[in-house]
Each structure stands twice: as C-alpha cells, then as structure tokens.
C-alpha cells in the first residue's frame, strides 16, 4: 500500500514542502485495484475551453471561448457569447451539438427562480448560437450535468433547495423541470435551510446524487433515463459530520469509490461506493488544507486525474490548488502538495483529456491559468501562462474542433 512506502524526506517547493513519494512510479502502472485502463489513443495538442461567468448586475453575462496549447499551456481567446444573466455553470452534450449554461439567478424572465440556455455549437470553430431558455425549478441554480445517455439535464438549485430533471428533446432544447425539494438545517451559519449544490449520475447511469450543503446529505435518487424520472431513495445516500457542508461528489475511474469535498470544514472524505444499493460508506476522511494554516477557507472543487492516480482540489481563502495521491488499494488520499492557485478565489478547475494540464478559474482575481501535470508524480508546476476573463466560475475542456 502506498501508506506504507511514503518517506518522511521533504524537498522544497515554491508553496509548501511536499513529501517524496518513490512508489508513485508504481502506481502510474497499476492505479486503483479494479481500474480498467483504455486503449492508448492520440492525444490532441490543442483543445477548446468554454468559460462560464458571473459579473455581478449584469443582465448578460459571457461565455468565453478559448484555444488551449497542450503543450505550453498558453490561452487565444476565439470568440464571446452572451449567455443570459450569469452563466456561471455549463455542461456540453456528448455529441458535441449543444452547450447548456445555468443562470445562477433569484428572477429569471420575470419569474421567480432561475433559468437553463441552451445554445448550438458551430461544428466549424466552436462558436454559440442562443437556441432556447427554461427555468430550473429554483432559485440560483450552480450545477448541470446529462446523464450518460444525453438524455436527461440534471440541475442544482442552490437558493431553492432542491433538484430538477429537464429532458432533453431531439433538437437540444430542454423540457420543462420536474423537482424534488429537499428539507432540513446544519449547525453552521451556512446551514440556515436547504442548499443543494451538485446533481449528477452515477457511472452506470443507475442513480443520481445530490449533494446539499445546507443539510449535510448526499440524497440519492433511482435515475430512470428513459422514462426521464428521478425517485428518491428512502435513506440518505450519505450523511456527512454535522457542520461539513459537502459540496460536490466526484467518482474514481474504477466507479466504486468517490470522493466528496466539504465546503464548510474544508475536509475530502473517501467513500466505499456501492452501485446495487445507491449507497456510500466512509473511508477516510482528511483536510484539505496543509498543516498548520489557521486562517480562513471554503473548499470547492474536486476531480481525479484521467489516469486514477491522483485527486486535486481547490481552496478558497487559502488559495491553493491540493494534491492527493490515491492509495492504489484501498483508494485512500496522501497528501502530496499543495500550489499557490496563481490568483485568488479558486472556484472551478478542470484537468484536459490527457492529464497533461489543469486549468484554474480564480474568480476574484479575474484571470484563468494553466498548470503542467507530471503524470509520474501528479505535481503541479506554474506554466506562466494566464487569460483576463471577468469573475470566471466554470472552465469546460473539449477536443478542438478542427479537422
């Protein structure tokens, strides 16, 4: 187990000391136990960026589209859309045709709640073209995600409480929402009722979870794709320490264990996933933040590297980016690093295809930036290169268009 071969020698590093991890040579050939590997591919040089927004007041807020260099990590901004009032969450249909982008609004067109755009995307260059607008279902939406068959828009409503399923018709616009709201409070001052903050399937398309914040509860729901329903599980799917605020659930490649990361009290808890019942048992659960930093923090995002190897997550306050090794047995977290994030307010990160590069969006600071991967090691290094965007908040890689 990696635990057990990680040396206590300290080397130094920009940020913080990181330890020397040997084995990890290791596990870039073995990865979690049970993780299938797939085919080797050509990896693109370059990929597309779509970036999600949020300037406060605006009635139109933009989506950005940029060209990434795979290899130097440099942005060229391609074009602007106007996405409605803050766009500031997206997703992109598996075939590429459409994009959708959440207003993250309290009104949207008059009524109250906020609102899902649908646009079309140019097969040329990438370039949006507004198709159609509907409501969420609640207010302040922060989350969108398809199901696998791209049949079904799965959206948080953060204001609202609750969860919506939107269909999604042959021609990429979406039907009206049916929702579920969720009830109950937490100990903390951000607990005041019922937040939900991420909706998304499971690998096998079989469930759904929502992770809500106000009440300390990933609430799991049975996903009928076909039929375009949600129904409830009777018992949480996962109850979390009393004040953990989760935030957002990501899966392992491997589809038996996820990770959840905890916006309140800044923690990453590894869970045991069990995919008969739609249920999750706790592994570990460890901090976010490096030893001895007392200052103050939200946790927000949170992915494993393409290859299963490592986890990062972003820190908002301490302003870093932490890295993880995963403990290729058990599925556990090491800490490895941890990287100043280049900017200020990390909301949302994304690593590309092939692992080579993860791209930060630091919302308060205004700028977008670029970090080389080691894919031996999982380190991040500063490329140096970095875009102005205006209160960026969501960052979508996608295979350049080109032909």
Do not use: W
Request: charged fraction near 10%; charge should be neutral.
């Amino acid at each position: 187990m990696l635990n057990s071969l990680v040396f206590a020698l300290r080397l130094p590093y920009p940020s913080r000391s990181f330890y020397l991890l040997p084995a990890l040579l290791g596990l870039a050939t073995v990865g979690l136990a049970g993780c299938d590997r797939p085919a080797t591919t050509t990896i693109p040089q370059d990929y597309l960026l779509y970036v999600g927004t949020n300037v406060a007041g605006a009635q139109d807020s933009t989506i950005f589209l940029y060209r990434v260099n795979a290899a130097t990590g440099a942005f060229t901004r391609l074009s602007a859309q106007l996405g409605g009032a803050q766009p500031t969450y997206l997703t992109i249909a598996p075939s590429r045709r459409f994009l959708y982008a959440v207003s993250e609004t309290l009104t949207f067109n008059g009524a109250p709640g906020g609102g899902v755009s649908t646009f079309a995307v140019d097969p040329r260059t990438g370039a949006l073209k507004l198709l159609a607008q509907q409501p969420s279902g609640g207010g302040a939406p922060c989350y969108i995600a398809l199901d696998h068959t791209g049949k079904n828009a799965l959206v948080a409503n953060y204001a609202g409480g609750n969860v919506s399923l939107l269909p999604v018709a042959a021609d990429g616009r979406l039907g009206p929402p049916t929702t579920d709201q969720h009830t109950g409070t937490g100990p903390h001052k951000n607990q005041d009722r019922s937040h939900a903050h991420c909706l998304l399937p499971d690998p096998a398309n079989q469930f759904a979870f929502a992770v809500n914040l106000g009440t300390d509860q990933v609430v799991g729901y049975r996903l009928d794709a076909a039929a375009g329903r949600l129904a409830r599980l009777p018992a949480p799917a996962f109850v979390a320490k009393p004040g953990a605020g989760p935030r957002h659930l990501t899966f392992h490649p491997n589809g038996h264990t996820a990770y959840l990361i905890n916006e309140l009290n800044s923690t990453l808890t590894t869970l045991a996933y069990d995919a008969a019942t739609g249920h999750f048992r706790e592994l570990q659960t460890v901090s976010a933040l490096p030893t001895g930093y007392a200052g103050e923090n939200a946790c927000a995002d949170v992915h494993v590297s393409p290859n299963g190897l490592f986890l990062y997550a972003s820190n908002r306050g301490h302003n870093s980016i932490a890295v993880f090794a995963i403990d290729s047995s058990s599925g556990t977290l090491v800490p490895i690093q941890d990287v100043d994030c280049q900017g200020k307010t990390p909301r949302n990160f994304t690593l590309d295809a092939g692992g080579r590069l993860l791209l930060v969006a630091n919302q308060n600071s205004g700028n977008i930036v670029s970090f080389r991967v080691d894919p031996l090691t999982g380190l991040l290094t500063p490329t140096g290169q970095s875009a102005a965007v205006p209160s960026p908040m969501f960052l979508g890689v996608v295979e350049d268009f080109r032909k």
